[in-house]
C-alpha cells in the first residue's frame, strides 16, 4: 500500500465566464520514504496539486488516500485534524510566528494535536539540533537568517512526526548555496526518519537532487520519471 | 503569553483599545459605588419601615406632634404587638451649609424594648445601650461619633450649637454611654436619647411664642407601632386609622415601596454606565482585533494548515480579546476604586461619603469588563475561522 494514492484527481475553477481546468484526471502512487518533487511551468496546476494532497480545499472529483484512508468524504474538522496528524507544511515564506522563538514556531503544531503532545518539547529541541539551530531555539524569527528560518520549518514540519511532508517552493527564496544546504537537511531527515517528502519546485536543479520528479503541464501529469532519467526543461 | 506579545505588536493601538475599556469601566465603577452607596442607604429604610408602622399627626393637624396617650389606644388595636412614642428633632438645628446626599444627623428616641420587634439590627461596638427610662445618656450612631471624635465616657452638647446661634440658644450635656456599629444606612446620623430628655429637648425647640406654654412630656413627634406575628402590617395601619382618632398610620408597603422607586433610579443609573462602556469599550475591542484578524491573515491560515480546527482559531481570537477586556477591567477598576476612596477620604466628617466599593460591585465590574472582551472578540473570530486557509497562506 502506497503512503499516498491519487486516483482521477480534478479541479476545476469557474473564472469569469469560463472554467479553468487546474487540476485534471491525475493519478499516481507515492511510496513511503519517497522523495518526490513536481515541476511543472507556472499556471500547470502543481500548486493546486500540492493544495488537494494537503487536505487545504476539496477536488472537483477523484479521490486520494493518505495511509490507505479515503480523505473525500471526511468532515472539515476530521480534515484538520489529519492535516495535524498525518501532514506537515514548508512553505516558501517561512510563514513563522513572529511573536514566537523558534523553539516555540516548532512546538506550534502540537498546540492543535494532543495525541503528540507528549514529549513534544524534547522532540522539538532534538529536531532543532537536527537542523542546526540547536543554539538558536529561544531566537525570534527576526533574529534568524532566510535559511535558518527555513530550516526551523523544517523542523515545524516534522514535530507531529507525519507521514508526508509537503513542500511549497522551499528553496524559492534561499540563494543556491542555501538551498542545496537545505535540501541536503531535508534528504538526510527523509533517509533517518523514512518520512515521505513531495516538494513543488520550479528548479530543475533542486528537483535533480530528488529520488523522482513528476512533471505536470495544463494540470495533467506528462512525465513521472526517476531523477537520474529527467533531462531538463 | 502569546497573547501579550501580539498585543505588544501594536503597542499604540493596544494602549488605545484598553483605555476605551478603562474609560467605560472607570465610568461604571465610580457611578455602581455612588449606586451602591445609595442603595445600601434605602436597603437600610427598606428594613426599617418594612417592620413598623409609623404614626403621625392626622391631616391637617398643626405642627408635627401627637399625645403620648394615643400609645395605649393604638395598643389596644387588634394585632398590634406594642407601640413607642418617639421625638425625632435635628441634631444640628440651622445647619444649612452644605447639600447632603444622606440623612441629616437626627437626635432620636430610643426605647430598648423596641430593639426586639426592629429587623433592622444595630449593634453597640463599644459601651452599652440605653436603660430604660435613663436620663442625660446618649448612645451615638458610627457617622455621629466620627464627626463630633466622641468615645464612650466623653460628653456631648445637644444639640449642637450652630457657629451662628444666638445667645438664647439652649443644650443639654449628655453623656456618651455606647456606640453603634456602622450600618451605612440612617442610624449612622442618630444620636439616641431616651423620650423624657427628647421631651425635653422637644421643648426648646419650640418656637418663642409657645416655648414656656406647653407640656412637651406628653407629646411625641411620631409613634411607632409592631404588629404581633402573622398579622398584615398594612391592614394594621388602616385598623388603627379606623380605630383611633387623631392620628394617621402610614401603610408600611407606602414607605417601602417609596424607598425601593429610589434604588431604581441608581440601578438605572449604573446599568446606564454600563451600557456606555458596552458602547466605548466594545466597538473599541471589535474595531482592534478585527485589524489584527487582517494583519494575521497569513498566520490564522498557517494554523488551519497545521491542524487548527475553527474552534481553535475562533478561541485564540476571543481570548486575546477577553484579555484586553480583563486588562482594561482591572484598571478601570482600579482607577475607578482610587478615586472614589480619595473623594471618599476627603469628604468632611460632617458630610456622608457619595461612593461604597462592595465586593459585588468589583465582581460586577471585572466580570462586566471580561464578558464585554470576549463578546467583542465573538465577530472578529468568526471573521477570522472563516478564512479559507489556501487564499489566507498566499495573502500579501
Redesign the interface.
Known amino acids: 500500500m502506497a503512503t499516498l494514492e491519487i486516483r482521477d484527481l480534478t479541479k476545476h475553477y469557474r473564472q469569469g465566464g469560463h472554467v479553468v481546468r487546474a487540476l485534471d484526471g491525475v493519478s499516481l502512487d507515492i511510496d513511503g520514504g519517497e522523495f518526490v518533487s513536481i515541476v511543472g511551468r507556472s499556471g500547470s496546476g502543481k500548486t493546486t496539486f500540492l ?1 488537494l494532497v ?1 487536505l ?2 476539496r477536488p472537483t472529483a477523484g479521490s486520494i488516500r493518505i495511509d490507505g484512508q479515503e480523505m473525500g468524504a471526511l468532515s ?2 476530521r480534515l ?2 489529519l ?3 498525518k501532514l ?2 514548508i ?1 516558501q ?1 517561512y ?1 513563522l ?4 522563538s523558534a523553539l ?1 514556531n516548532v512546538m ?2 502540537l ?3 494532543k495525541a503528540r503532545r507528549e514529549g513534544g518539547r524534547k522532540r522539538a529541541l532534538r529536531l532543532l539540533e537536527e537542523v542546526g539551530l540547536g543554539d538558536r531555539a529561544h531566537h525570534r524569527p527576526a533574529e534568524l537568517s532566510g535559511g535558518q528560518q527555513q530550516r526551523v520549518a523544517v523542523a ?1 514540519a516534522l514535530v ?1 512526526e507525519p507521514s508526508i511532508v509537503l513542500g511549497d517552493e522551499p528553496t524559492g527564496n534561499l540563494d543556491s548555496q542555501l538551498a542545496s544546504e537545505l535540501l541536503g537537511v531535508m534528504r538526510r531527515l527523509n533517509g533517518e526518519r523514512g518520512v515521505t517528502f513531495v516538494i513543488v519546485t520550479h528548479d530543475l536543479e533542486i528537483a535533480g537532487s530528488t529520488d523522482r520528479i513528476i512533471r505536470l503541464s495544463d494540470g495533467r501529469v506528462v512525465s513521472d520519471e526517476p531523477a537520474g532519467e529527467v533531462s531538463a526543461a | 503569553m502569546e497573547i501579550f506579545r501580539n498585543m505588544a505588536r501594536r503597542k499604540l493601538r493596544s494602549v488605545l483599545t484598553i483605555s476605551g475599556i478603562v474609560i467605560g469601566i472607570l465610568a461604571l465603577t465610580t457611578m455602581g459605588a455612588m449606586a451602591s452607596n445609595f442603595n445600601a442607604l434605602l436597603d437600610g429604610g427598606v428594613k426599617y419601615y418594612s417592620s413598623s408602622i409609623q404614626i403621625g399627626p392626622d391631616n391637617g393637624a398643626l405642627g408635627s406632634v401627637v399625645s403620648t396617650d394615643k400609645v395605649a389606644e393604638i395598643k389596644r388595636v387588634d394585632g398590634v404587638a406594642d407601640a413607642f412614642a418617639g421625638v425625632n428633632l435635628s441634631l444640628k438645628p440651622g445647619d444649612i451649609s452644605v447639600v447632603n446626599f444622606g440623612v441629616p444627623d437626627m437626635i432620636v428616641t430610643h426605647d430598648p424594648a423596641a430593639g426586639k420587634y426592629a429587623t433592622l439590627k444595630m449593634t453597640i461596638v463599644q459601651g452599652r445601650d440605653l436603660d430604660p427610662g435613663s436620663r442625660g445618656e446618649v448612645v451615638l450612631g458610627y457617622g455621629v461619633a466620627k464627626e463630633f471624635g466622641k468615645k464612650v465616657g466623653e460628653t456631648i452638647d445637644l444639640p449642637v450649637k450652630p457657629k451662628d446661634a444666638k445667645p438664647d440658644f439652649v443644650n443639654h450635656t449628655f453623656r456618651v454611654v455606647g456606640l453603634l456599629d456602622k450600618t451605612l444606612t440612617a442610624p449612622d446620623s442618630f444620636a439616641e436619647v431616651g423620650l423624657a430628655d427628647a421631651q425635653m429637648l422637644l421643648a426648646d425647640s419650640l418656637p418663642e411664642a409657645l416655648r414656656g406654654k406647653v407640656d412637651t412630656s406628653t407629646l411625641a413627634t411620631g409613634i411607632e407601632a409592631y404588629a404581633l406575628p402573622g398579622v398584615n402590617a398594612d391592614q394594621l395601619a388602616d385598623r388603627i386609622n379606623a380605630e383611633v382618632s387623631g392620628v394617621k398610620a402610614i401603610r408600611p408597603s407606602v414607605v417601602v415601596n417609596g424607598f425601593k422607586s429610589g434604588g431604581a433610579i441608581f440601578t438605572a443609573i449604573t446599568t446606564g454606565a454600563a451600557l456606555l462602556a458596552l458602547v466605548i469599550g466594545g466597538l473599541a475591542v471589535i474595531n482592534t482585533m478585527l485589524m489584527a484578524v487582517t494583519e494575521r491573515v497569513r498566520e490564522i491560515g498557517l494554523k488551519k494548515a497545521i491542524g487548527a480546527h475553527t474552534r481553535n482559531i475562533m478561541f485564540e481570537v476571543v481570548s486575546e480579546s477577553t484579555v484586553i477586556g480583563l486588562v482594561g477591567g482591572l484598571i478601570g477598576f482600579g482607577l475607578g476604586a482610587g478615586i472614589v476612596s480619595l473623594v471618599n477620604a476627603t469628604t468632611p466628617p460632617s458630610q456622608t461619603t457619595l461612593f461604597l466599593i462592595t465586593p459585588g460591585l468589583a465582581i460586577l465590574s471585572l466580570g462586566f469588563a471580561v464578558a464585554l472582551g470576549a463578546l467583542a472578540g465573538i465577530i472578529p473570530a468568526f471573521h477570522a475561522a472563516r478564512l479559507d486557509p489556501v487564499t489566507a497562506l498566499r495573502a500579501q
Open positions: 493544495d494537503g487545504l480545499m472539515d474538522g484538520a485534524t492535516r495535524g496528524a506537515g507544511f512553505f515564506e510563514n510566528m513572529p511573536t514566537l516555540e506550534l503544531p498546540r492543535y494535536n515545524r507531529n
